[in-house]
């Protein structure tokens, strides 16, 4: 395709909008004070960022006065992948970046976060009050005998106390760890027991659905289990009295108390987060304090152009990656907005109302949410006062078409809509928001400034207009610095190193176009490949879940013994909706005319519900190995799945193909 038949854009920044972005001030300092191109738009910028990778994080770190307690020696010693060595020598604290607003007289006492439960009431807390509460609970931390490279665990909701625990366990330097409280206690101890956590968090329990869920007995399963634990604090959410033997929330967090940061090693492990983990346990993966305070500065500070004056809305759980993208939205000085309930409570347009009555300037989603929206028929432009948001972001999966042109013209037309993909394992995005290029449909603006994204064909060739694996071919700052567990690095090495070894190769299938942006078609290690031809299973789910009918769907491609190949469709349907003749004949022709005849289904099998990991993700693999004949017990970690009787339907099918 010659850029002369580049589509039209559905969105474009005005002229203003680019002269105010952040981005644009940074590119002048940046060739100014580093030789980066001064024209040439972002394309230059981030040609430049890959091309002069270390002198890009370097820049990063001075646009941001990042804070070196002992300077660096080197921005870059060692860029092999895995194992990249970045800012030798240095030492900081990333709690310390997180609180600095809370340093300047004026903004005291304005709001760092604003709180929201199901009243969809906003509750303040000042970014005074907040390094205050860090202070005071990072002392009684050291207190309790909490060392650096200790972990700290928190089994809480979306809710200020489990910032302030993060921030104080950063400050002391130890390693913070949560699960929502939704995890099961399985599932908790699956990622907990891994990392032996000195301290665990906990409330008695949470709402959700207007409902109240007791959690005190998961809570002493989780004691009893975790012989690690030094101490256990109880936040009472719903009231209850603290049970024997843990500590009160309120009285650690009383005192008048200056924070004390431990300056750190740059690669000074911050927090574990968990993968999926659909077969064995979740991988427990170890990110540093130096490496994730640049990603994030860059990131939030540059792509999504978020300072002082805006109001950072994602709605998130403390079991997914995004919650602690969220709270970094502190280190530039953002309002936080942080919502504790159900997504669609006490309707469809929850999200909206929140975003509406917290002033949110950049409100970021799920590609499901706003699909379902679509779906129930909100429309948030008319009903609510959404004039604050500049920006409408998305991920978990791709957004389809649909998606975008249901945000352009239900929300508002000067939308910036930002579908952005990453991953758990860098806590980061591959490639999304740029305030100063155009959105078009179905697309991701960009690969993200410093990250050498590429589409990779089986033999290690970079392709351009074409599907192929997605690669970043030079480290980022947020990858790994190991897996917990891992001593010899092997388990490291196999997720991310195998195929192609000194390349990190994520999983996605994309596309880069010619014109720069990223289209994503779903997982490749459970891609379709039906005569040859790779399918993505994203664009399959697009077009199905277009039908009103159709309320969820999910697709597998199986090889067969004897050379064939068998491509079932599980759908879950719409109340009142009916799999008959007529609707496998629309589904049929729907996928027929918008993909092509490859992507119809050989069969179209109605189930009750679509199995998801915790963090919402469809379960493509381990459904696939199901169907291949592998007993559940192997086939998927019981802990990781949000609904395990959906399983055995998939196992005794693939048993009886295997008998058939």
């Known amino acids: 395709m010659t850029s002369a038949s580049t589509p039209q854009p559905l969105w474009s920044p005005g002229p203003d909008r680019i002269a105010a972005a952040r981005i644009t001030a940074f590119q002048a300092w940046a060739a100014e004070r ?91 807390v000042t970014w005074a009050e907040l390094r205050r509460q860090v202070g005071a609970l990072s002392a009684e931390l050291r207190a309790l005998g909490v060392r650096p490279g200790d972990r700290v665990s928190g089994y809480l909701p979306n809710i200020p106390e489990a910032v302030t625990a993060l921030l104080a366990t950063a400050a002391v330097g130890a390693v913070w760890t949560s699960c929502a409280p939704d995890f099961g206690a399985r599932s908790v101890l699956d990622r907990f027991q891994q990392v032996e956590p000195v301290v665990l968090f906990t ?69 574990v987060l968990y993968s999926s983990g659909t077969t064995g346990l979740p991988k427990a993966i170890v990110q540093s304090q130096g490496g994730i305070l640049l990603e994030h500065l860059k990131q939030l500070g540059l792509h999504c152009d978020l300072g002082p004056e805006d109001r950072f809305f994602w709605y998130t759980s403390t079991g997914w990656m995004m919650w602690n993208f969220l709270v970094s939205g502190l280190l530039t000085g953002t309002t936080v907005v942080l919502y504790d309930g159900s997504p669609g409570y006490p309707d469809t347009g929850a999200q909206w109302r929140i975003a509406e009555r917290t002033k949110a300037t950049l409100y970021g989603t799920s590609a499901a949410y706003v699909m379902a929206c679509r779906k129930a028929e909100v ?3 008319r009903d609510f006062d959404l004039s604050s948001v500049k920006c409408v972001a998305t991920t978990g999966s791709p957004l389809p078409p649909d998606g975008f042109r249901w945000l352009h013209d239900e929300v508002a037309e000067d939308l910036w809509i930002a579908s952005v993909s990453g991953g758990t394992d860098v806590c980061s995005c591959f490639a999304g928001a740029v305030p100063t290029l155009p959105v078009h449909i179905g697309e991701l603006q960009a690969a993200c400034l410093g990250t050498d994204l590429q589409a990779w064909d089986p033999s290690g060739k970079p392709l351009v207009g074409e599907v192929g694996e997605l690669v970043v071919a030079n480290p980022m700052p947020s990858m790994p610095i190991h897996f917990w567990n891992d001593p010899d690095g092997s388990r490291y090495r196999d997720s991310y190193f195998e195929m192609f070894p000194g390349a990190w190769r994520h999983g996605d299938w994309i596309t880069i176009t010619d014109h720069g942006s990223v289209v994503i078609h779903g997982r490749s290690d459970s891609t379709l490949n039906r005569q040859g031809v790779r399918m993505g299973s994203a664009d399959i789910y697009e077009a199905v879940e277009r039908l009103p009918e159709i309320k969820e769907s999910l697709v597998i491609g199986l090889e067969e013994p004897n050379g064939g190949y068998w491509m079932p ?9 009916t799999l008959d003749d007529d609707l496998r004949a629309r589904v049929k022709t729907t996928i027929r005319e918008q993909l092509s005849p490859r992507h119809v289904p050989d069969e179209i099998i109605e189930v009750p519900a679509i199995p998801h990991t915790l963090t919402g993700k469809r379960i493509e693999v381990p459904v696939k190995r199901l169907l291949q004949g592998t007993p559940l017990a192997k086939a998927v970690n019981a802990g990781s799945v949000d609904n395990i009787d959906l399983l055995p339907f998939y196992e005794e099918l693939g048993r009886t193909r295997a008998q058939g």
């Open 34 to 124: 580093f030789g980066a191109p001064a024209a040439g738009g972002y394309p230059a910028l981030h040609r430049w960022s890959v091309d002069e990778l270390d002198t890009f994080w370097q820049a990063v770190a001075e646009w941001f006065d990042v804070r070196f307690t002992t300077p660096y020696e080197s921005v870059l010693a060692d860029r092999a992948m895995p194992g990249a060595r970045w800012f030798t020598g240095a030492t900081l604290n990333y709690a310390e970046h997180a609180l600095r607003a809370a340093e300047d007289p004026a903004r005291a006492d304005e709001a760092a976060l604003l709180h929201v439960d199901e009243t969809h009431e906003a509750v303040p």
């Open 203 to 271: 409330v008695d329990g949470y709402r959700y659905g207007g409902k109240e869920h007791d959690r005190r007995d998961t809570v002493a399963e989780l004691r009893a289990e975790l012989p690690s634990l030094r101490a256990v604090v109880h936040i009472p959410l719903l009231g209850t009295d603290a049970p024997e033997g843990t500590l009160a929330w309120s009285e650690l967090t009383a005192a008048a108390t200056e924070p004390v940061f431990e300056a750190v090693p740059f690669d000074h492990p911050l927090w």
């Open 379 to 381: 429309h948030p432009g």
């Open 569 to 577: 469709l599980f759908v879950h349907l719409a109340r009142g909706a």
